[in-house]
């Protein structure tokens, strides 16, 4: 089946210790994105890729970098992880950036920071 | 600031009967809306939308009402399934944003 897969589903990494985080798709979707989730919290978007084009939310922290290196693939880097980054990273596609464009999203990467 | 409020965190309601989840929103500009569902351990799941021309989209169970006076939308599930227990998250999104604004989510459960 076509599908959003997300690896790991659960990461664990030290204070300050540089994590990533990958998600790939078979979906040949246009667009990737990254999305922030915490605990009982809105889902809140980081940044998406167009293609290669990429789009960076204006209140997403420097801290967060991203990497789409071809179609199939995005990754959430995570330079220096305070304890605030702890939280559930959704990535989503979907064909085109319009509302009615369906997005998919794969099961998430939970981040633990210690 | 929260443009999209579910205000029930949680909802429990008994097999067969009416699931009613609700939505408020504050951007009179949002003019898409969108309710995903989420089962454990997974990502959310595209469920059923209403476009701002409309006030009303059913498909099958589900029956999505939008009254856009009000900034309120509403999903009713009908009858309600155990299957149907998930976290059902609200999203709106305007002409002039490629992006959707999620609610925190409703977690309703459907006992026998």
């Known amino acids: 089946d076509a599908m959003v897969i997300q690896n790991p589903r659960y990461q664990v990494t030290q204070f300050g210790k540089p994590v990533t985080l990958s998600c790939s798709q078979t979906l040949n979707h246009n667009v990737m994105y990254w999305y922030q989730q915490k605990s009982s919290q809105a889902p809140k978007l980081l940044f998406h890729y167009y293609d290669k084009d990429f789009n960076n939310e204006a209140d997403t922290p420097d801290n967060f970098q991203s990497r789409r290196p071809n179609t199939s693939f995005c990754f959430l880097d995570i330079r220096s992880p305070g304890l605030g980054d702890a939280a559930m990273y959704l990535c989503?596609?979907?064909?085109?950036?319009?509302?009615?464009?369906?997005?998919?999203f794969g099961p998430g990467t939970r981040l633990t920071v210690l | 600031d929260q443009q999209v409020k579910q205000n029930s965190p949680s909802l429990s309601v008994q097999e067969g009967r009416i699931s009613i989840l609700n939505c408020d929103y504050t951007?009179?500009?949002?003019?898409?809306f969108l309710w995903y569902k989420k089962y454990p351990a997974e990502g959310p799941t595209f469920l059923i939308s209403?476009?701002?021309?409309?006030d009303k989209n059913e498909d099958g169970r589900f029956t999505v009402f939008l009254n856009k006076s009000a900034k309120h939308l509403s999903l009713h599930i009908v009858p309600s399934q155990p299957g149907d227990s998930a976290v059902y998250f609200c999203?709106?999104?305007?002409?002039?944003?490629?992006?959707?604004?999620f609610g925190t989510g409703t977690r309703l459960q459907v006992f026998p």
């Open positions: 999203a709106a999104s305007s002409d002039n944003t490629d992006k959707l604004i």
């Open positions: 951007n009179s500009m949002f003019d898409y």
């Open positions: 989503a596609t979907s064909r085109g950036r319009v509302a009615t464009d369906t997005q998919y």
């Open positions: 209403i476009s701002s021309i409309k």
